[in-house]
C-alpha cells in the first residue's frame, strides 16, 4: 500500500471505533489542520490526529512518525506537531491493533514505538 492509502485505512478505523463506541464524528475539509477529525460525546469535543503505525524491514514493532510530511519532486518538508495541536492520538497498526492516546501524556514528539509497554494501557478494541 502507500503511504496515502494507509493514513485513509487508518482514518476508516478511527471512524469506526468513534462513531460505534456513541461518538459524532466531524471531518474538517482539507487537511490544513494538525488534526484529522474531531469528536463529540456528550458536549466535549476532542481534537483528533490519526496515523498508521508500520512494521519496518528488521523491526519487530510498529513505529509511528509524529510529524507531517509534503512536498513533490523538487522538495520536501517535514513538521513536528505542538504540544497543542490536536487532543487525541489515533494510531491503527500494522498489526491490526489500535491505540488512542491523550496528546498531552506523550512527551515523544519525533517517533513512537507504539508497541512499547508504556503505551500497553491506551491499546484499545
Not at 464524528?25 to 490519526?50: H, N
Request: glycine share 6%; proline share 3%.
Amino acid at each position: 500500500m502507500k503511504p496515502k492509502e494507509k493514513g485513509d485505512l487508518a482514518v476508516s478505523y478511527a471512524i469506526h471505533y468513534f462513531m460505534t463506541n456513541g461518538y459524532e464524528v466531524s471531518l474538517p475539509i482539507g487537511d490544513k489542520r494538525d488534526y484529522d477529525m474531531i469528536v463529540e460525546i456528550e458536549g466535549s469535543l476532542s481534537r483528533v490526529q490519526v496515523k498508521y503505525a508500520g512494521l519496518y524491514p528488521g523491526m519487530k514493532s510498529c513505529k509511528v512518525a509524529l510529524r507531517t510530511t509534503g512536498g513533490n519532486q523538487s522538495f520536501h518538508t517535514s513538521k513536528k506537531y505542538t504540544d497543542d495541536a490536536f487532543d487525541l492520538l489515533f494510531v491503527y497498526t500494522a498489526k491490526n491493533e489500535k491505540y488512542l492516546l491523550p496528546w498531552d501524556e506523550i512527551t515523544a514528539r519525533n517517533e513512537l514505538t507504539i508497541e512499547h509497554s508504556k503505551y500497553t494501557t491506551y491499546k484499545i478494541t
